[in-house]
């Protein structure tokens, strides 16, 4: 049974950088077969794709974010991560890892529980 | 301003069908048949109901079903129930460059 779950600070302070974890259960990111990504959702509004990493350490990231996404991952921990530099309010927002293949051609399939990050002094 | 456009609230009474749109581009929904759809309740991680326009995954009801014509792709609940009342997202796969497109959301209101 397929488990996502995120972990990382609930609060993170203007202007410094957002760091999460996915922890994956129930499967390998050292697929081929398979993508994991993270999608946001600031409270009250709608989702917004951040990036996505493959098993070999390929990244695609919303260009919309620019240079301030990098995602990697651990295989061998079975974890992959995100970090966000230099944050705003604006970045308050529930963040999912999620699983899909390729370009989405079954949908995001599998979403973490999602957790809460706020940015503020 | 999301890249998809989705009208904000979609109501209707129990056992009425309803339907939710999704407009993109020539670039996104027009050109690729890889739409997919999610519910979310409030609080909850959204799931996928739709995925490849038309496709539902393995326990979702067949009450949900999704269409596309040109660049507006559809989602079509019917015999609508109160545990409808939820969230509802489309989602595009948009190239190389863009990558993935999202609707800005459907509130579906049960009356």
């Known amino acids: 049974h397929l488990q996502l779950q995120e972990s990382g600070p609930g609060l993170v302070k203007p202007s410094e950088t957002l760091s999460l974890t996915c922890t994956v259960s129930g499967d390998s990111l050292s697929t081929r077969s398979y993508y994991w990504g993270w999608i946001r959702q600031p409270p009250g509004k709608g989702l917004e794709w951040i990036g996505t990493?493959?098993?070999?350490?390929?990244?695609y990231y919303n260009p919309s974010l620019g240079s301030r996404v990098t995602m990697s991952l651990d295989t061998s921990k079975n974890q992959f991560f995100l970090k966000l530099t230099s944050v705003t309010a604006a970045d308050t927002s529930a963040y999912y890892c999620?699983?899909?293949?390729?370009?989405?051609?079954?949908?995001?399939?599998?979403w973490g529980q999602g957790t809460l990050v706020t940015v503020s002094p | 301003q999301s890249a998809l456009t989705q009208p904000a609230s979609v109501s209707g009474s129990p056992g009425q069908s309803i339907t939710i749109s999704c407009t993109g581009t020539?670039?996104?929904?027009?050109?690729?048949?890889?739409v997919s759809w999610y519910q979310q309740h409030p609080g909850k991680a959204p799931k996928v109901i739709i995925y490849e326009g038309t496709k539902r995954p393995s326990g979702v009801s067949s009450r949900f079903s999704g269409s596309k014509s040109g660049i507006t792709a559809s989602l079509t609940i019917s015999g609508l129930q109160v545990d409808d009342e939820a969230d509802y997202y489309c989602c595009s796969y948009a190239g190389s460059t863009t990558h993935v497109a999202f609707g800005g959301g459907t509130k579906v209101t049960v009356l």
């Open positions: 020539s670039s996104d929904v027009g050109y690729f048949n890889l």
């Open positions: 990493v493959y098993y070999n350490g390929d990244t």
């Open positions: 999620v699983r899909h293949a390729a370009m989405i051609s079954g949908g995001f399939d599998c």
